[in-house]
């Protein structure tokens, strides 16, 4: 579905957006069976990583939003049987994969 997979990328881009340092950078891979979009951010602590595709649960108040974008991010890959891996260190970076 072309309008689920653009919500998904239009999310996770939107992310690395709002959560990216000043003058940070965003690095886009696209490979044959996977997604990966990844910022120079402000990146997760370990421990709030299991929680961070929990409807309406945001770690800052640095960015406006709901809380609801990775959830939806969750709920279109469930449905197409998509993974999702998220690596990030705190004040160095995200980066969320998608792979099929």
Known sequence: DKNRAV???DNLISNAIKYN???GK???TLKENFLSIKDSGIGIKNEKLDKIFDRYKRFNEISGGFGIGLNIVWMIAKEYNLNIEVDSKEGKYTE?????
């Open 7 to 9: 919500k998904l990328i």
């Open 21 to 23: 340092k000043i003058n």
């Open 26 to 28: 965003i690095k886009i």
């Open 96 to 100: 969320v994969r998608v792979s099929w």
